[in-house]
């Protein structure tokens, strides 16, 4: 075909732009829509070019760390000819250019030329929006490109065990590939193939060598209790690992603190460092999972602690923590994931020895990835989502009032 050249839209392009819209769509965008699009300093759009006339277009909001991208279409008489492919690569491209991590987009899933392209362009299913487009009630597939060099992925992993640990508590082992993790990191994990339920739960990644990966969850809802009943041999959707991590000490002593289902990424980082004191907390003994296996940390003070007294000393972790804290220098850095309350404590007693502490948090998540910002937290820099700035924090930038 002749040269097609890709340049900067305009307000100038805007009339080809709507002739090819109103062709491409049953609810196309009105000129204020791609105007005020326009004007929007975020804004990312490209035209494709030929015999002086627009052709195709894509345009993109640039957020933090991902690009969104909002509108792709190309006239009828240039279709299948590679343009909508090089538009959205030139998208990719600038988002990558500029240290975006991740690209998001919406379709319908009727689109099936449109889903079958972004899916060759790399781009995943993460969840589906009922009845996202209000004309017509139809449902929107989420899709997501991760930018970065060590990537995410979506893979789907054999389960080899899924047993129960302790009360309603399960430590799941899985089998596959998946781009390595490190502590603090988590997954997304696919319970179901069916709509019930159909977002999928966020899983903190316990340990990963060779090619198996461990999990520990409780049943906390139908998502959990179908996810327990799982099998051997059957296989689960997971897309990960995502988030940020534990960053390791550089110097200095190192205080583990969990509480309840906050043990994975504490357990997970204590059995990398080999060293340190380790404090864990539950409510009675019957809550503990793994008890050997914390016992048995390399290097590690271990101290259980329960509320009502059942097993190791009776008290909070953050009883035991201010007796640790008491007797550590100010190199020192904790590192905590628990509730709320545990972890506000735990930066309090950091604040008071001048040591570092870096706080795991746990919020309910919808795509783990940070396009819905359903898991915000208050920092001193503004709201961030757990599940992409995050989980893990700097305890001393999270607003604890």
Known sequence: ?????????????LPHILEIERKSFPFPWDVNTFSSTLEDRRCE????????MVVGYCFAISLSNMVHVLNLAIH???RRKGIARQLLGNILSGAVSKDKMYAV????TSNVPALTLYSSMGFTHVSTWYKYYTETNEDANVMVKDLRKNKAMDVELSIVKNREVASEIFSL??????????????????????????LRRPLAILSQEGGTVEMLYRIMGEGTRLLSKKRPGELLGILGPLGRGFRKPESGSVIYVAGGMGLPP??????????????????????????????????????IMTEDGSLGEQGLSTDALRRVAERTTADAVIYACGPEGMLREASAVARNIHARCQVSLEERMSCGFGACAGCVVNTFQGNQRVCREGP????YDINWS
Do not use: W
Not at 105 to 108: D, I, T
Not at 392 to 395: G, I, K, L, S
């Open 1 to 13: 075909m002749d040269l097609v050249t890709y340049i900067q839209a305009s307000t100038g392009h």
């Open 45 to 52: 759009g490209i035209v494709a070019i030929k015999d002086e």
């Open 76 to 78: 009828p008489c240039f």
């Open 105 to 108: 987009l919406e379709v319908r």
């Open 173 to 198: 082992v899985l089998e596959g590939d998946m781009p390595p993790s490190y502590p603090g990191q988590f997954a997304m994990v696919m319970v179901s193939r069916t709509n019930e339920p159909f």
């Open 266 to 303: 504490i357990l997970s980082l204590a059995e990398k460092l080999k060293t340190g004191y380790f404090i864990y907390g539950v409510k009675t003994g019957d809550d503990i999972p793994m008890l050997e296996r914390i016992m048995a940390i390399p290097n590690t003070e271990t101290i």
């Open 392 to 395: 893990v924090f700097n305890a």
